[in-house]
């Protein structure tokens, strides 16, 4: 499961939500030149037939006192593997997968909503959010077989790629909490870190592997947990080598799930890793590149 929270896929998200609604929209425009496909509509806790003019409205409409510089919405990507698709395509069918892989995006903001730690902010209902399936990916000028001539630029990549899109707004249900998943501030105490806010992504990428894993009674390796691939990109080499002992173990003993005794340990790993490590905000590329001249530099998150 791959969780990537950024400011847009259009790159900017100081202004109005246009730009990335209609981006989002490529699936459709597409399809109807071909009639072969009904248009995918937005979903989010209060239904699944929500037109885009309305999500482009609401988010634009839920941005008081925020000025011309702050962020007014923020683009979460949820990507399950290929394996976990196949594995809910094998279960539910390709329609069942769609629907099941929509409910849980909503339980997946809920879980959103509570890493917060606000009072009033206690499930998706605070949160003004709308999301989108898309069934495919696309090649871009980022993409090694682009680079290497393998593939065009625009091209449909092959493979299990259905996935989902949510545009979540900074404000709150309310419009009047800002919100921001990309803030790493920390208050110097309890009372302070409830009024200015926070948000740890490391914990809110193991809560959704754990939803996963629960909803649908996925048995995960390890290898293809969050914990071992943060682990192996942000760990000590002391942790690195525990989580690849763990691997091994695992590859030999009859069972496929993490066992129960290797999730304590790697729970231990990770505690080190909350609280933003190794994670990348919107304002902190300056220190970043600093911490890349040193020779140390990191950008966060795994890929699949």
Do not use: C
């Not at 202004?15 to 699936?27: H, I, M, P, T």
């Not at 069918?93 to 769609?98: I, N």
């Not at 600093?290 to 140390?296: E, F, L, N, Q």
């Amino acid at each position: 499961m791959h969780i990537n929270i950024s400011k847009s896929e259009t790159g900017n998200n100081k202004g109005s939500s246009s730009r990335l609604v209609a981006y989002l929209e490529k699936e459709n425009r597409l399809h109807e030149k071909l009639n072969d496909y009904h248009p995918e509509l937005w979903f989010n806790y209060s239904g699944r037939n929500i037109r885009p003019y309305e999500v482009r409205q609401v988010i634009d409409n839920n941005i008081a006192k925020l000025s011309k510089d702050d962020a007014k919405f923020f683009l979460i990507n949820i990507s399950p593997s290929e394996k976990e698709l196949r594995y809910l395509k094998e279960k539910y069918g390709q329609e069942g997968a769609k629907n099941h892989l929509k409910e849980y995006a909503n339980t997946l903001m809920d879980a959103y909503a509570k890493n917060f730690k606000r009072e009033s902010i206690n499930s998706n209902r605070d949160l003004v959010y709308y999301g989108k399936v898309e069934r495919y990916r696309y090649y871009t000028y980022k993409d090694q077989e682009v680079r290497k001539g393998i593939a065009k630029r625009g091209e449909q990549k092959l493979g299990e790629q259905m996935h989902v899109q949510v545009i979540v707004s900074r404000k709150d249900a309310t419009n009047t909490i800002k919100l921001s998943p990309l803030n790493n501030s920390r208050g110097t105490n309890t009372t302070h870190s409830q009024k200015v806010g926070q948000f740890d992504r490391v914990a809110f990428k193991q809560e959704a592997e754990r939803l996963f894993d629960q909803l649908f009674n996925y048995e995960r390796n390890i290898e293809e947990s969050f914990a071992y691939a943060n682990t192996l990109k942000h760990g000590s080499y002391e942790q690195k080598q525990e989580m690849k002992q763990l691997r091994s173990r695992q590859s030999t003993a009859p069972q496929k799930a993490i066992p129960s005794t290797s999730k304590g340990i790697i729970e231990t790993l990770l505690e080190g890793q909350h609280q933003g490590y190794g994670e990348q905000t919107v304002d902190d590329g300056r220190r970043r590149r600093k911490k890349r001249r040193r020779g140390y530099g990191y950008d966060g998150g795994y890929s699949r």
